[in-house]
């Protein structure tokens, strides 16, 4: 895999984001509190006339409680470092800061290539939202042939995900990336997967990287967070206008819930990496397997990208099964130790069903899709921190259940 000081982001992620020390007591808490205030004051006119400059720059200056303060520019920070970064962006959600990016890069008239593989709601947004506002969307495949075919003259952005929302496609950004840049286009990368971890878009040659927080940052399945982040200087003015203009507000003690849950990223993800490879080992040796969808798996189809732009892995993978419709909600009704929900990232496991027409309403890749489905059914599987030995002797009565005719 590509060279990624690890060790050196596992210490970032204990001290960047501090509580400082008291310069008179020389004290001071470990963690750093969570500082809520919708007003924020100031000594004298001169340090308002000071701080309203500096906002007017594009620094972050707090001048009123939506902005944040101590607590927020901490998180900030973090996902800086994360994602190798000069400025983040907080927003409530994910789908907010997908958005909230949308809305800063597309003007009336503007063109958007998004490759089909991204998170659904972004078709939805672009439905309900962009093509109101004149912004027109092509939803294509993620290879250069078919991005090329759909280029036209006011084409703007490349929005894409890597890897893909459900069945877990690697995409080849730095080559995409390259194509991009060469055609003026800004490339926008989800990056919730990797949550700049194990996966880092900005290195790879993506302008923007979009995080839902809410995930694997975040941790313990307890808020909602969402973050964009730039490196170059004028995209992190339009998206410092667009943010600041939106009105979107992050409350103080889920950017603290999040910093918490950073500190052990680490940990979580290679524990749920290695418990969704020994998940995987038991699938694959299941005759009602057909496909297994997770980039760290030799047989998956995007391994040797994983392989190159990767560092890592966590416990989000999808799984084909040979069951009809009646058997595969027996088998999900069945599990004991995986609740059944549509998140994923946090230190538990999860199941939901990924059914042929749910990857048509999202605009999957058609004959990629058709493809992988024909062998049967997808679930969708996070895989948590439990023992291993208990999630493979609860997917075992599950399908043996699911088996029973």
């Known amino acids: 895999m590509t060279s990624h000081d690890s060790d050196r982001i596992d210490t970032l992620l204990q001290h960047t984001g501090q509580a400082p020390l008291d310069p008179v007591t020389g004290?001071?808490?470990?963690?750093?509190?969570?500082?809520?205030?919708?007003t924020v004051?100031?000594?004298?006119?001169?340090?308002?006339?000071?701080?309203?400059?500096?906002?007017?720059?594009?620094?972050?200056?707090?001048?009123y409680g939506r902005v944040g303060l101590q607590t927020h520019e901490a998180m900030e920070t973090l996902?800086?470092?994360?994602?190798?970064?000069?400025?983040?962006?907080l927003a409530p959600s994910g789908m907010a800061a997908i958005s909230m990016t949308l809305m800063a890069l597309l003007s009336q008239g503007d063109h958007a290539l998004v490759v089909d593989s991204v998170y659904g709601p972004v078709r939805y947004f672009h439905k309900t939202i962009q093509s109101r506002m004149g912004v027109a969307m092509d939803f294509v495949r993620g290879d250069l042939d078919s991005l090329k075919a759909a280029?036209?003259?006011?084409t703007r952005v490349?929005?894409?995900?890597?890897?893909?929302?459900?069945?877990?496609?690697?995409?080849?950004?730095?080559?995409?990336?390259?194509?991009?840049?060469?055609?003026?286009?800004?490339?926008?990368?989800?990056?919730?997967?990797?949550?700049?971890?194990?996966?880092?878009?900005?290195?790879?040659?993506?302008?923007?990287?979009?995080?839902?927080?809410?995930?694997?940052?975040?941790?313990?399945?307890d808020l909602m967070l969402g973050a964009a982040v730039a490196r170059d200087p004028a995209l992190v003015g339009k998206l410092h206008e667009t943010h600041y203009a939106l009105g979107n507000t992050v409350s103080a003690d889920d950017a603290w819930l999040a910093l918490r849950g950073a500190r052990t990223l680490g940990v979580r993800m290679r524990a749920c990496a290695g418990n969704a490879l020994e998940v995987c080992r038991w699938l694959d040796a299941q005759p009602q397997v057909s496909r297994i969808f997770f980039p760290a798996w030799p047989g998956d189809a995007g391994h040797a990208l994983w392989q190159?732009?990767?560092?890592?892995?966590?416990?989000?993978?999808?799984?084909?099964?040979?069951?009809?419709?009646?058997?595969?909600?027996?088998l999900i009704d069945s599990l004991r130790l995986f609740g059944i929900g549509y998140s994923w990232g946090g230190y538990e496991s999860l199941v939901t069903q990924v059914e042929p027409s749910a990857l048509a309403s999202h605009g999957?890749?058609?004959?990629?899709?058709?493809?992988?489905m024909k062998a049967g059914t997808v679930l969708r599987l996070h895989i948590g921190l439990e023992d291993p030995a208990d999630l493979i002797a609860d997917l075992t009565q599950a399908f043996e259940t699911a088996s029973r005719r």
């Open 27 to 38: 004290t001071g808490p470990v963690a750093l509190p969570s500082y809520r205030t919708s």
């Open 151 to 154: 280029l036209r003259p006011e």
């Open 79 to 89: 996902l800086c470092r994360l994602e190798g970064g000069e400025r983040a962006f």
């Open 364 to 372: 999957y890749w058609a004959s990629v899709a058709d493809a992988r």
């Open 158 to 221: 490349l929005y894409l995900e890597s890897p893909g929302s459900l069945l877990m496609e690697m995409l080849d950004m730095p080559a995409l990336s390259r194509w991009a840049h060469e055609h003026g286009l800004t490339v926008v990368a989800d990056n919730t997967w990797g949550s700049g971890y194990i996966y880092r878009p900005l290195t790879l040659g993506a302008d923007v990287s979009v995080i839902a927080a809410t995930k694997y940052i975040g941790g313990h399945s």
């Open 41 to 63: 004051r100031f000594a004298s006119m001169d340090v308002l006339d000071h701080a309203q400059a500096a906002k007017q720059r594009g620094e972050r200056v707090p001048t």
């Open 308 to 330: 190159r732009d990767a560092t890592g892995s966590n416990g989000l993978l999808s799984v084909a099964v040979d069951f009809d419709a009646a058997q595969v909600r027996r």
